[in-house]
Nanobody, 123 residues
Framework: QVQLVESGGDLVQPGGSLRLSCAAS????????MGWYRQAPGKQRELVAA????????NYTDSVKGRFTISRDDAKNTVYLQMSSLKPDDTAVYYC????????????????WGQGTQVIVSA
């Protein structure tokens, strides 16, 4: 059974930092592309960051470039999202996504999803 379990969401002040983690089980993690999506209230789910196996390719949505970094530790079957200079617009539920095909993942059609972790950026 495949499981993606996110953690690290919290309430943080504008300008602050958070690191989200997503622990995967039941998949050959090193062979999978991993991504982070987010969904704010009343908005569609959007890609935040994605990473191919071994990290050869990384993509970020424009609004987080220079502030967020996606990384992975294949030994721990975990993908991370380091977020800094957080803004109120970053408030959302953040979801971990996994798929064997990077192009499918980028389209938001990744096969496996986590349950989400809430990030609130507010003073």
């Amino acid at each position: 059974q495949v499981q993606l379990v996110e953690s690290g969401g919290d309430l943080v002040q504008p300008g602050g930092s958070l690191r989200l983690s997503c622990a995967a089980s039941g998949i050959m993690f090193a062979a999978y592309s991993m991504g982070w999506y987010r969904q704010a209230p009343g908005k569609q789910r959007e890609l935040v960051a994605a990473m191919s196996p071994v990290g050869f390719i990384r993509n970020y949505t424009d609004s987080v470039k220079g502030r967020f970094t996606i990384s992975r530790d294949d030994a721990k079957n975990t993908v991370y999202l380091q977020m800094s200079s957080l803004k109120p617009d970053d408030t959302a539920v953040y979801y971990c996504n996994a798929d064997a095909d990077y192009r499918v993942l980028l389209k938001g059609l990744g096969h496996y999803w986590g349950q989400g972790t809430q990030v609130i950026v507010s003073a």
